[in-house]
């Protein structure tokens, strides 16, 4: 089992950055892939960005590309989104998730708010 803590959220103006963590506090992140997702007040849930922790591979929404990077750090059991450009629309509560292998994202944080202002 994984537990999941994000960290990092907070007020911004637009054009401005912040740098969100999810760290794993029991377990490693090996064999898992990890994931961001946002959900806006009144919106569904929305994929950000993914990276598979074991390997290289990484992958975002449209919407992010260019301005979100999502990067890890082994040693540390922590994945993190920068955050640059960042605009009004991206205001949300923004979650990591964890998703064994052959397996959906069985293992969620409690999630960190994003707040964008004009």
């Known amino acids: 089992q994984v537990q999941l803590v994000e960290s990092g959220g907070g007020l911004v103006q637009a054009g401005g950055s912040l740098r969100l963590s999810c760290e794993a506090s029991?377990?490693?992140?090996?064999?898992?892939?990890i994931g961001w997702f946002r959900q806006a007040p009144g919106k569904e849930r929305e994929f950000v960005a993914s990276?598979?922790?074991?390997?290289?591979?990484?992958y975002y929404t449209d919407s992010v590309k260019g301005r979100f990077t999502i990067s890890r750090d082994n040693a540390k059991n922590t994945v993190w989104l920068q955050m640059n450009s960042l605009k009004p629309e991206d205001t949300a509560v923004y979650y990591c998730?964890?998703?064994?292998?052959?397996?959906?994202?069985?293992?969620w944080g409690q999630g960190t708010q994003v707040t964008v202002s004009s």
């Open positions: 998730a964890a998703s064994p292998p052959s397996s959906t994202y069985d293992y």
């Open positions: 029991t377990r490693t992140f090996s064999n898992y892939r």
């Open positions: 990276i598979r922790w074991s390997g290289v591979s990484t």
